[in-house]
């Protein structure tokens, strides 16, 4: 073989196989990309501080979950862990309108994180609420583990919230009768 066909035929190969190296780093990026993103979703678990001291909130998400089973219940560590609820109705339901099919069985849990912070001087609160949900499309399949939709979350966020404005707002009239009560006296 002559070194003048046999370097312009390598370098032919040497381009073919970048080509095929580069396409395989795509693919392969692309695929992991869907991972990245998936997990990237998730860490971004709702979340929103309260001017209210710590031991306020956590009984108002007590009372928020009381109607839920608990798993883990340990105010001093700041976390709360139903156990799966059922909510196969809900979601085909909600879904019903859509272009996906009925599931079999649904389920969620919810981890609910409290914790105590500052800001300046006066005492926050941040809670945070991450809900789970798993479908089974068919006994063969499993469970799969799929986004939620946030809105079980939000509206948890929204309803604390909503108590602690209103319990602020009694302690005030309470207040305010009491210096009342104390100037007729």
Known sequence: MNTKTFLPQFIKTGKNIAIAMLTIAL?????????????????????????????????????????????????????????????????????SFGSNDAVKAAQFKLIINVVKGYRGTKEVTKVSVFKRQRVEQDFLQGWKIIRSDGILEKAFLYRIERALAIENKLQEIEDKKAKEAEKNF
């Open 27 to 95: 693919i392969t990026a692309c695929s992991s990309y869907e991972n990245f993103k998936n997990i990237s979703e998730d860490i971004e678990i709702p979340s929103q501080v309260y001017k209210a001291d710590y031991n306020k909130v956590w009984q108002e998400v007590i009372k928020l979950t009381s109607q839920y089973e608990r798993e883990v219940y340990n105010q001093e560590a700041g976390i709360i862990k139903t156990r799966w609820k059922d909510n196969t109705l809900e979601l085909n339901f909600s879904d």
